[in-house]
C-alpha cells in the first residue's frame, strides 16, 4: 500500500500519515495549503472577517482548530447524506482514502460538538476543500464558518413552553435596520417541511432567531464596508461610499440533507444576488445521534471568502493565497480599509481542443458540477458516471484539476468554449479556453506556453483523448 507525504495534518506537532488506496485524489498542490490556515493568521482578510463575524455571537464558543481530515462518516454520515449524493463522489471531494477525506464543509464538525456539549452555542472556522472549477469566485480551498445554537428542552421553566423561552431570546437580540425580503412561509409541506418532532410554533421561533443573527451579521458587515471605503485613499472610492444604495437582502428556500425547513442568504450587491450562506433548522436525528436528543436550533454555514471579497472588494479569491506583501500589508485588523488592486498584469489565453476517446460515451462527460452539499441526489451525478466507464471517462473537475497541478495560480479561468460532435462518427470535441494570467507578474510567452504543453500532454496520458 503506497502512503501519502507526511503532512502536519492537525493542530501542531502531531505529523499523521495515512494510507492511500485506489480512492485517493489528493494532489500535493492541495496538502500545500493544509498548512497555512488563512484563518489564524493574524490580519489576513479571511481571519479579520471570523473575528468580525464571531463579535456579532456573543457568549458562543469559537473553535478555530479542527483538523481538516475527517472521516467519511463526520462529512457525510452524520448529516443524513444519502449514499447516492453527488457530494460524495470523487470527482467533487478530496478523498486521503476510501474512509477518510478532506472535509468539504464545516458542517463535518457539528455532530461532534454537539455530543461534546460544552455550550449552547458555538462556531466553527475552517478551511475547506472542493474539486471545483477554476474562476475568480472559487478555488479548490476556501473557508467557512458553521454556527449553530441549540436550546435543551429539558432546561426549559415549567410554566413556559420552548417556543416562548425562544422567542424570549429572540426579542434580545439587536433589531437590525434593513431591507429584507422573505415571501415564503417558514415550512411549506413539500418544499420546506416542518421535522416530525417539532410543532409549528417552535420552527417559527428558532428560524426568528436563525434569521435574526445572521441579518445582524450582514448589517454589521456592510456598515464595516462602508467605513472600509470611507477610509480609502482613492477619491472616487470614498465618494461612491457617500452615494451607495440601501443595503439589500433576501431569504431564499434551500435544500440540506442535515436540516429541515433550509433558507439560502442572498444580499444584492453590484446588480446581483450573491449567495453567501446557508442554513435551517438542524434535524433532529442528527442531534439524536450525537447524543443530544432533547435540544432543537438551528445552524448556518457561511462562506468566509465571499464575505470578505464584498468587505474589502478584493476581486479574485486567488489573492487570499498571495504571499505578496502589496497585498499582505494591506489589512490591519484595527483599521479596515478598501483593497488598493495592484496593477493587472496581462492575460494570456490559449485554447486546448481534442476528440474524447471513442469508447466514452456522450453522456460520460459531466461539464457541469452539483453543487457539493446541497443538491438532492441525481442520477446523472458523478459517482454513476464512475461506475459506468471508470477508465474512460471524465469530469470537468478532473480538467481543473490537470490544470491547477500544471499551473497553479497563474491560470485566472477555465472555460468550455466549443462542443461538437461529429456527426458520422458521433464522436465529441471539446475545447477549453484557458486564460493564463498571475497576480504578480507578467507572464512570459514562454512560460504559457511551457504550462499549456504540459496540460496538452497530461491531457493525453490521463484520459487518452486525441488532441485537435
Ligand atoms: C454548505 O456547505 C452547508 N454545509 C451549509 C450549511 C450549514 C447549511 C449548516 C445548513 C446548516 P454550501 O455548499 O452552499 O453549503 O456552502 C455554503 C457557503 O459556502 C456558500 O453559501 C458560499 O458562501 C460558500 N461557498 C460554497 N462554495 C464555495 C466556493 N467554491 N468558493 C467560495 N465559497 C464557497
Ligand atoms: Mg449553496
Same mark, same amino acid.
Given at each position: 500500500?503506497?502512503?501519502? =507525504?507526511?503532512?502536519?495534518?492537525?493542530g501542531?506537532?502531531i505529523?499523521?500519515?495515512?494510507?492511500?488506496?485506489s480512492?485517493?485524489?489528493?494532489?500535493?498542490?492541495?496538502l500545500?495549503?493544509?498548512?497555512? *490556515?488563512?484563518?489564524?493568521q493574524?490580519?489576513h482578510? @479571511?481571519?479579520?472577517t471570523?473575528?468580525l463575524?464571531?463579535?456579532?455571537?456573543?457568549?458562543?464558543?469559537? =473553535?478555530?482548530?479542527?483538523s481538516?481530515v475527517?472521516t467519511v462518516g463526520?462529512?457525510?454520515?452524520s448529516?443524513?447524506?444519502p449514499?447516492?449524493?453527488p457530494?460524495?463522489?470523487?470527482?467533487?471531494?478530496y478523498?486521503?482514502?476510501?474512509?477518510?477525506?478532506l472535509?468539504?464543509h464545516? /458542517?463535518?464538525?457539528?455532530?461532534?460538538?454537539?455530543?461534546?456539549? $460544552?455550550?449552547d452555542?458555538?462556531?466553527?472556522?475552517? #478551511?475547506v476543500? &472542493?474539486?471545483?472549477?477554476? #474562476?475568480?469566485s472559487?478555488?479548490?480551498?476556501? =473557508?467557512?464558518m458553521?454556527?449553530?445554537?441549540t436550546?435543551?428542552?429539558k432546561?426549559v421553566?415549567?410554566? *413556559?413552553?420552548?417556543a416562548?423561552q425562544?422567542?424570549?431570546?429572540?426579542?434580545?437580540?439587536p433589531?437590525?435596520d434593513?431591507?429584507?425580503?422573505?415571501?415564503?412561509?417558514? $415550512?411549506?409541506?413539500e418544499?420546506?417541511?416542518?421535522q416530525k418532532?417539532?410543532?409549528?410554533?417552535?420552527?417559527?421561533?428558532?428560524?426568528?432567531?436563525?434569521?435574526?443573527s445572521l441579518?445582524n451579521v450582514?448589517v454589521?458587515?456592510? /456598515?464595516?464596508?462602508?467605513?472600509?471605503?470611507?477610509a480609502s485613499?482613492i #477619491?472616487e472610492?470614498?465618494?461612491?461610499?457617500?452615494?451607495?444604495?440601501?443595503l439589500?437582502?433576501?431569504w431564499?428556500?434551500?435544500?440540506?440533507?442535515f436540516?429541515?425547513?433550509?433558507?439560502?442568504?442572498?444580499?444584492?450587491?453590484?446588480?446581483?444576488?450573491?449567495?453567501?450562506l446557508?442554513?435551517?433548522?438542524i434535524?433532529?436525528?442528527?442531534?439524536?445521534?450525537?447524543? +443530544?436528543?432533547s435540544r432543537?436550533?438551528?445552524?448556518?454555514?457561511?462562506?468566509?471568502?465571499?464575505?470578505?471579497?464584498?468587505?474589502?472588494? @478584493?476581486?479574485d479569491?486567488?489573492l487570499?493565497?498571495s504571499?505578496?506583501s502589496?497585498?499582505?500589508?494591506?489589512?490591519?485588523e484595527?483599521?479596515?480599509?478598501?483593497?488598493?488592486? %495592484?496593477?493587472?498584469?496581462?492575460?494570456?489565453?490559449?485554447d486546448v481542443?481534442?476528440?474524447?476517446p471513442?469508447?466514452?460515451?456522450?453522456?460520460?462527460?459531466v461539464?457541469?458540477?452539483a453543487?457539493?452539499?446541497?443538491s438532492?441526489?441525481s442520477? +446523472?451525478?458523478?459517482?454513476?458516471?464512475?461506475?459506468?466507464a471508470?477508465a474512460?471517462? %471524465?469530469h470537468?473537475?478532473?480538467?481543473?484539476e @490537470?490544470?491547477?497541478?500544471?499551473?497553479?495560480d497563474?491560470?485566472?479561468?477555465?472555460t468550455?468554449v466549443d462542443?461538437f460532435? =461529429?456527426? *458520422?462518427?458521433?464522436?465529441?470535441?471539446?475545447?477549453?479556453?484557458i486564460?493564463?494570467?498571475?497576480?504578480e507578474?507578467?507572464l512570459?510567452?514562454?512560460? +504559457?506556453?511551457?504550462?499549456?504543453?504540459?496540460?496538452?500532454q497530461e491531457?493525453?496520458?490521463?484520459?487518452?483523448?486525441?488532441? &485537435?
Open positions: 500500500m503506497r502512503q501519502l =507525504h507526511r503532512c502536519q495534518f492537525s501542531g506537532t505529523a499523521q500519515t495515512y494510507s492511500s488506496d480512492w485517493t485524489n489528493v494532489p500535493s498542490t492541495i500545500e495549503n493544509v498548512s497555512r *490556515k488563512l484563518h489564524q493574524d490580519n482578510p @479571511i481571519s479579520i471570523r473575528k463575524i464571531e463579535s456579532r455571537f456573543p457568549g458562543y464558543q469559537h =473553535h478555530n482548530e479542527f481538516p475527517v463526520q462529512n457525510f454520515d448529516l443524513g447524506f449514499l447516492d449524493h457530494g460524495r463522489s470523487r470527482t467533487d471531494t478523498y486521503v482514502n476510501k474512509d477518510t477525506v472535509r468539504t464545516t /458542517s463535518a464538525h457539528q455532530a461532534d460538538v454537539f455530543r461534546a456539549n $460544552t455550550s452555542g458555538f462556531t466553527i472556522s475552517a #478551511d476543500y &472542493r474539486r471545483d472549477a477554476i #474562476d475568480r472559487h478555488y479548490p480551498v476556501f =473557508h467557512q458553521e454556527g449553530a445554537m436550546w435543551d428542552r432546561a421553566p415549567e410554566e *413556559k413552553t420552548l416562548q425562544i422567542w424570549e431570546d429572540v426579542e434580545k437580540l433589531k437590525p434593513i431591507v429584507v425580503e422573505d415571501p415564503n412561509p417558514t $415550512t411549506h409541506p418544499r420546506n417541511p416542518l418532532p417539532h410543532t409549528q410554533e417552535e420552527a417559527e421561533a428558532v428560524a426568528a432567531h436563525l434569521k435574526r441579518e450582514v454589521e458587515i456592510f /456598515s464595516k464596508a462602508k467605513e472600509a471605503a470611507a485613499t #477619491d472610492v470614498r465618494n461612491q461610499a457617500q452615494s451607495q444604495e440601501p439589500k437582502v433576501r431564499i428556500e434551500a435544500y440540506f440533507p436540516t429541515s425547513p433550509s433558507w439560502e442568504l442572498e444580499i444584492f450587491w453590484q446588480g446581483d444576488w450573491l449567495e453567501v446557508g442554513c435551517g433548522v434535524s433532529q436525528p442528527l442531534l439524536d445521534n450525537a447524543d +443530544a436528543p432543537v436550533g438551528w445552524a448556518f454555514g457561511i462562506g468566509l471568502e465571499r464575505i470578505a471579497m464584498l468587505l474589502y472588494e @478584493i476581486p479569491i486567488r487570499f493565497w504571499k505578496d502589496r497585498f499582505l500589508s494591506q489589512f490591519d484595527k483599521k479596515i480599509r478598501r483593497f488598493v488592486p %495592484f496593477s493587472k498584469y496581462p492575460a494570456a489565453p490559449r481542443a481534442f476528440w474524447l471513442k469508447a466514452a460515451a456522450q453522456n460520460d462527460v461539464t457541469s458540477t453543487s457539493n452539499t446541497s438532492s441526489p442520477p +446523472a451525478g458523478g459517482l454513476a458516471l464512475e461506475a459506468a471508470p474512460l471517462a %471524465f470537468e473537475n478532473d480538467i481543473m @490537470i490544470v491547477r497541478s500544471a499551473a497553479g497563474s491560470v485566472e479561468d477555465v468550455l462542443e460532435t =461529429h456527426p *458520422k462518427t458521433g464522436r465529441r470535441s471539446l475545447c477549453y479556453r486564460n493564463y494570467r498571475s497576480l507578474s507578467t512570459t510567452k514562454e512560460q +504559457a506556453n511551457d504550462m499549456h504543453e504540459k496540460i496538452r491531457l493525453v496520458s490521463k484520459f487518452g483523448v486525441e488532441l &485537435r
